[in-house]
């Protein structure tokens, strides 16, 4: 008796075929293409991110191959200015030695010149000493 179909299974069928059209149509379909959109929209978002990762990943890799590029040239750069700049230090260093070296031989000769004119005015500069000590000595006596 519990289980038995009457007339109001019949209703009951009808009845839920309904409503389950009407729950599709109403809900379910629209539902459906709401998921289907949030997925083709997370699924865009995903593909974004990766090729932007990727674009991220490659410019890094420019970026890392620049700066090193870049590091080389500024050593290379550098060693050659260092070198340069060695080349021009010991240039004027060796020019700045003659010159010392061609002031020392200049004042050596001048001090030769003024040691033979000594000299060479040693007898007269002692006569006139000798001559002065003598008139000193001679006019004190007076």
Same mark, same amino acid.
């Given at each position: 008796?519990?289980?038995?179909?009457?007339?109001?299974?019949?209703?009951?069928?009808?009845n839920?075929?309904?409503?389950?059209?009407?729950?599709?149509?109403?809900?379910?379909?629209?539902?459906g293409?709401?998921?289907?959109k949030?997925?083709?929209?997370?699924d865009?978002?995903?593909?974004d991110?990766?090729?932007?990762?990727?674009?991220?990943?490659?410019?890094?890799?420019d970026?890392?191959?620049?700066?090193?590029?870049?590091?080389?040239?500024?050593e290379?750069?550098? +060693?050659? @200015?260092?070198?340069s700049? =060695?080349?021009? *230090?010991?240039t004027?260093? #060796?020019? $700045?030695?003659? /010159?010392?070296? !061609?002031i020392?031989?200049? +004042?050596? @000769?001048?001090?030769?010149? =003024?040691?033979? *004119?000594?000299?060479?005015r #040693?007898a $007269?500069?002692? /006569?006139?000493? !000798?001559?002065?000590?003598?008139?000193? @000595?001679?006019?004190?006596?007076?």
């Amino acid at each position: 008796m519990f289980l038995l179909p009457d007339g109001t299974f019949w209703f009951q069928l009808v009845n839920f075929a309904i409503f389950f059209a009407i729950l599709n149509v109403v809900f379910l379909r629209p539902v459906g293409e709401a998921i289907k959109k949030r997925r083709a929209y997370i699924d865009g978002v995903q593909s974004d991110y990766e090729r932007y990762q990727h674009q991220i990943d490659t410019l890094r890799s420019d970026a890392d191959s620049r700066r090193s590029a870049a590091r080389r040239a500024a050593e290379e750069t550098v +060693a050659k @200015a260092r070198s340069s700049a =060695e080349k021009e *230090a010991q240039t004027i260093i #060796e020019t $700045e030695n003659a /010159q010392a070296h !061609a002031i020392v031989e200049q +004042a050596r @000769a001048t001090v030769a010149l =003024e040691v033979q *004119a000594a000299k060479a005015r #040693e007898a $007269e500069l002692s /006569q006139g000493l !000798a001559k002065q000590l003598l008139e000193r @000595a001679l006019g004190s006596g007076k």
